[in-house]
């Protein structure tokens, strides 16, 4: 078996390297790809040759596939899904962290994790293109690769990704992509992620509206609903997903009591009390009509409520939520004899790093409670 790379993503670079087993991203600098470029030294110029928007070098990241023969490639689906799932394990962690820190996460946005269009050939002697866009073959020697430029050089760590999510969803891609799971769970969940990589992308650049952001909140909506479709000819609506919020294992008693009057719909006054997370997505929920079906739009609007907080903020801690549910993430490891005072120890460190994703995406769902403070 040889690791082999398979794609470049300029716009992060990885501190530590994200594993799937057969599959992995890493730096550019990590000994794998630097084996790759013994084997095949046109790599090594072409993975020198990207800077910033502001000619500033960069060492950008690279998709890794441990493969038995150089012919011996991942489908194009299961390159996306990988990235995918380090992308949504990152970014809904980093989102939920900025509404809670006073120094939020640098790399929020899913555009950090972008493919790069252009990769070597396979015979190693051209770079090619292939998007919806353009078809291309062209030189290394002519080539200067460049990160996003609405982004600016980033570098990730281990402590940047959201671990139990990660390996909940790796489990689920290692269930498809190796050994050939095909279930409506498994097709949904790679679906819902694929939205939720698009509509946690940057809403636009400095041309960005309210429209914009509200296409990205449409999106978002879409991302809730593939997850929580049940299959066949079942439906998905408010109230599945309303269904698979109140799944969940909640951390903070004011984010899953059942206090809250969650939007039902416009006929009707009265509808069962729900969990704060059904609120703030029945909000959702409504300004997502409002802006594709070209409703009047207040300037308050993305709004929630009178805080002053933004609706499009609390989709990705949402979204942590549902998946939770989905996957049901939640910690089960047995507690030890509290007799045995080092293994107590590190249970309950194991615990608190465990549910702490959780609990940041919750504790950024009860901000919707306070108002902006000036």
């Known amino acids: 078996m040889t690791w082999i790379c398979i794609a470049v993503l300029p716009n992060i670079r990885l501190e530590n390297s994200i594993e799937g087993g057969q599959i992995a991203m890493a730096s550019a600098e990590d000994g794998r790809v630097g084996a790759a470029v013994k084997q095949h030294p046109l790599l090594g110029d072409f993975l020198s040759r990207f800077y910033d928007t ?47 820190a006073s120094n939020p996460p640098a790399a929020q946005w899913m555009d950090y994790f972008s493919i790069f269009p252009w990769m070597l050939t396979r015979d190693h002697k051209y770079i090619a293109c292939n998007t919806p866009a353009i078809r291309g073959l062209h030189d290394v020697s002519r080539f200067r690769g460049q990160m996003l430029p609405e982004l600016v050089d980033r570098s990730l760590s281990a402590r940047d990704f959201d671990q139990p999510l990660f390996d909940a969803l790796i489990q689920k891609w290692n269930e498809v992509h190796l050994f050939g799971a095909d279930t409506h769970a ?118 929630v409520n009178d805080t002053g907080r933004h609706l499009l903020n609390y989709a990705p801690p949402l979204f942590r939520v549902a998946l939770t549910a989905t996957l049901d993430i939640r910690w089960t490891k047995q507690r030890p004899s509290i007799a045995d005072v080092d293994a107590t120890g590190q249970w309950i460190s194991d615990q608190i790093d465990f549910l702490d994703p959780q609990r940041v995406a919750e504790r950024a769902l009860a901000t919707s409670l306070d108002p902006v403070t000036a």
């Open 54 to 100: 502001h000619n500033n070098p960069i060492t950008p990241s690279v998709l890794l596939w441990n493969a038995a023969t150089e012919s011996d490639l991942p489908r194009f689906d299961a390159i996306c899904n990988f990235r995918d799932v380090a992308a949504v394990s990152h970014v809904l962690f980093a989102r939920a962290s900025a509404m809670i």
């Open 186 to 303: 498994h097709t949904a969940l790679f679906r819902s992620l694929n939205m939720a990589f698009r509509a946690g992308a940057i809403p636009g650049g400095m041309d960005a509206t309210t429209y914009d952001y509200g296409r990205s909140l449409a999106l978002w909506v879409s991302a809730f609903e593939i997850l929580a479709h049940p299959g066949g000819n079942g439906k998905a609506d408010l109230l599945k997903v309303y269904e698979l919020l109140e799944k969940a294992p909640y951390e903070i008693r004011k984010v899953s009591n059942a206090v809250y009057a969650a939007y039902y719909n416009r006929n009707r006054k009265t509808s069962p009390k729900r969990n704060l997370a059904c609120l703030l997505y029945g909000e959702i929920y409504q300004a997502r009509n409002d802006f594709l079906h070209g409703n009047p739009l207040p300037p308050d609007r993305l709004l």
